[in-house]
């Protein structure tokens, strides 16, 4: 139990352009997901929590304009990165945690490697 | 705010040795303790946690950290290691009301055969 997928697990875009990474929680509701954003060798840094049906909370330094959650539905978040640039390019990570039992714990997904031209 | 330091970046060891992983954090308040591991080209899965009771905990496949809430450690220990655990250990701590995961750097374990 407790999985998460992402969609897609790579994707490869040109600047300029804008990607959507969808998380869906396959076996339980999620009132709560969040996106992270991890650099090569580098530990794993939250951009923003993302509650079903209210808006995201980003994180101090997060473009919520460039980064765009939606969170539309107890299973499924989106992180749409707007306008991406090389600087964009990351391993992106989301996680939800549980509407039932004990509240603490997060599942994560398997990632998103982004990678812009 | 919380904070997370795994003091080494890297671990070599040989198969079959013990091991031990770092973590020290810094909190104004109580939290709850995780170690994660992420092997590669894969997401995080959850190895094991302390959130009250006993401070030793294990997980199934033979690691076990201990809580030390006077050196604010949650070191991570294994007595073999095997080739297969060969990954990125992270540490991370949350607090008790918002739980959002502070992160460590990440170690990252190489087992040598």
């Known amino acids: 139990g407790a999985v998460v997928s992402q969609h897609p697990s790579r994707v490869i875009c040109k600047s300029g352009t804008s990607v959507k990474i969808e998380c869906r929680s396959l076996?339980?509701?999620?009132?709560?997901m969040f996106w992270y954003r991890q650099f090569p060798k580098q530990s794993l840094m939250l951009m923003a929590t993302?509650?079903?049906?209210?808006?995201?909370?980003?994180e101090q330094g997060v473009e919520k304009d460039k980064f765009l959650i939606n969170h539309a539905s107890l299973t499924l978040s989106t992180l749409t990165v707007t306008s991406a640039h090389p600087e964009d390019s990351s391993f992106y990570i989301c996680?939800?945690?549980?509407?039932?039992?004990?509240?603490?714990?997060?599942?994560f997904g398997p990632g998103t490697r982004l990678t812009v031209t | 705010a919380q904070s997370v330091t795994q003091l080494d970046s890297q671990v070599p060891v040989f198969e079959e040795a013990p091991v031990e992983l770092r973590c020290n954090y810094s909190?104004?308040?109580?939290?709850?303790l995780f170690w994660y591991v992420q092997y590669p080209n894969q997401g995080l899965q959850l190895l094991l946690k302390y959130l009250s009771g006993s401070t030793l905990v294990e997980s199934i496949n033979g690691f076990e950290a201990e809580f030390n809430k006077s050196q604010t450690s949650f070191h991570l220990r294994k007595p073999s290691v095997h080739i297969s655990d060969t990954a990125e250990y992270f540490c991370a701590v949350s607090d008790r009301g918002a739980q959002k995961l502070v992160f460590g750097q990440g170690t990252r374990l190489t087992i040598n055969p």
């Open positions: 996680s939800a945690r549980s509407t039932s039992g004990t509240s603490y714990e997060q599942y």
């Open positions: 993302s509650n079903e049906g209210s808006k995201a909370t980003y």
């Open positions: 909190s104004s308040v109580s939290v709850y």
């Open positions: 076996d339980f509701q999620a009132t709560t």
